[in-house]
């Protein structure tokens, strides 16, 4: 069966350090990746989604990346904190197509 | 571009009593519809699915959905909630056209008393 692990589950930095989240797949081969932020009492905003090693599109412009150097490996970093980058990220995978995501734990980010 | 409306932001419910969370979604497109549930601190997890077919659809946990295309609508239904339907209920729909284009409402806090 697959399985997504996500990781650190918390996380505390401060403002102007960087960041790096790892997610990896297991049990599945070419899926596709994401990474969504949910902020408090908010929904979930798409942040980077990849349907493929090295190809990565970005919703939205912001102090955030993200890379995936190998098939069941998608990293989201930053170089420099901000305040505003808090918030509870969370990595999915699906199967290529319009098929349910799978998602992580997720991990709390505070940056203080 | 799709969108989705949860049309509540909290539902507080007692034990046992029925439930009804409701989402509206846009698209210029056909689509298909999910529900997902969030326990405090953890990831979102699949209820169900809406890809074609009968409109009446049945997850976990007892909840099911019925899918309305002529009111753009998909509200998730219970008959009897229980203390654990406790969470966050958030409501997805994915446009057939775009590949991996997942959008998802501001989500549902149910909440359940004794």
């Known amino acids: 069966s697959q399985t997504i692990h996500q990781w650190p589950a918390t996380l505390v930095q401060p403002v102007g350090s960087p960041l790096s989240l790892e997610c990896t797949v297991e049990?599945?081969?070419?899926?596709?990746l994401y990474w969504y932020r949910q902020a408090a009492g908010r929904g979930l905003q798409l942040l980077f989604y990849?349907?493929?090693?090295?190809?990565i599109s970005s919703e939205v412009p912001q102090n955030l990346s993200a890379s995936r150097p190998q098939d069941r490996q998608f990293i989201l970093s930053s170089k420099k904190l901000l305040l505003s980058d808090s918030g509870f990220y969370l990595c999915?995978?699906?199967?290529?197509?319009?098929?349910?995501?799978?998602f992580g734990n997720g991990t709390r980010l505070t940056v203080t | 571009a799709q969108s989705v409306t949860q049309l509540d932001s909290q539902v507080p419910v007692f034990e046992e009593a029925p439930v009804e969370l409701r989402c509206n979604y846009s698209?210029?497109?056909?689509?298909?519809l999910f529900w997902y549930v969030q326990y405090p601190n953890q990831g979102l997890q699949l209820l169900l699915k809406?890809?074609?077919?009968?409109?009446l659809v049945k997850g976990i946990n007892g909840f099911e959905a019925e899918f309305n295309k002529s009111q753009t609508s998909f509200h998730l239904r219970k008959p009897s909630v229980h203390i654990s339907d406790t969470a966050e209920y958030f409501c997805a729909v994915s446009d057939l056209q775009r590949n991996n284009d997942m959008r998802f409402g501001a989500g549902t806090r149910l909440t359940v008393k004794p």
């Open positions: 999915a995978w699906s199967y290529q197509g319009n098929s349910p995501l799978h």
């Open positions: 809406y890809l074609s077919g009968s409109t």
């Open positions: 698209s210029s497109v056909s689509v298909y």
């Open positions: 990849s349907v493929g090693i090295g190809q």
């Open positions: 049990g599945t081969s070419n899926p596709n």
